[in-house]
C-alpha cells in the first residue's frame, strides 16, 4: 500500500479508479457469462450461493444504485456487480452506475485507506505490541461477527412472534 502513498494524490486516485473499475466490469462480465453458458459450468455454483441471492434481491429492488453503492461497504461488491451482469443490467445503466462507485471507492480508498495503513504503520514503529494488540482485538471482531452470522442463520429466520 505505500506503493501509492508515495504518489500524488490524483495520481493514486486515478490509478485506484482504474483498478476497481476493471475489477467491477470483469465481476460484470463474469456474471453475464455465467448466466449464459458458463451457468453449466461449476462455477454456476457462485449463483446458488446465500450471498448471491442477497446480492441479486438487491439489485432486483434498487436496479443501478445499488451498483453505486455497494462500493461503500466491505465484502459485497463482487456479489452486485455479478448480480448485475447475470441479472443483464443493460449497459447504459450499469456504467454510469459502476463508474460513480469506483469513483467513489478511489476516493475513499486513496483517503481513509491510506490514513489507517499509515497510522498502523506508525503505531508499529512507536509500539509493536500496541499494534499486535489492536491487530488481534481486530480479528477477534471480525471473527465473532462472522460467528454470529454463521449461528443466526443455521437458526433460521425468526417467526412474526419472536420465535425461532
Known sequence: MTFFA?????????AL??????????TYW??????????RTRMSRILESPG???????????????????FLTVGVQTMINIAAGA????????????TLGCVIWAFVYATVGFVTFEALLVLHRASPV????????????????VLVNLRRRAQGPEQPDGSA
Open 6 to 14: 508515495d504518489w500524488p494524490y490524483p495520481i493514486a486516485v486515478a
Open 17 to 26: 479508479f482504474v483498478i476497481v473499475m476493471a475489477r467491477a466490469n470483469g
Open 30 to 39: 463474469l456474471g453475464r457469462g455465467l448466466r449464459s453458458g458458463a451457468g
Open 52 to 70: 448471491y441471492r442477497r446480492a441479486e434481491r438487491l439489485v432486483q429492488r434498487w436496479g443501478a444504485p445499488a451498483v453505486t453503492l455497494c
Open 87 to 98: 441479472g443483464r443490467m443493460p449497459l447504459r445503466r450499469y456504467l454510469p452506475a459502476v
Open 130 to 145: 500496541a499494534f499486535w494488540i489492536v491487530l488481534a482485538a481486530v480479528v477477534v471482531s471480525i471473527g465473532v461477527v
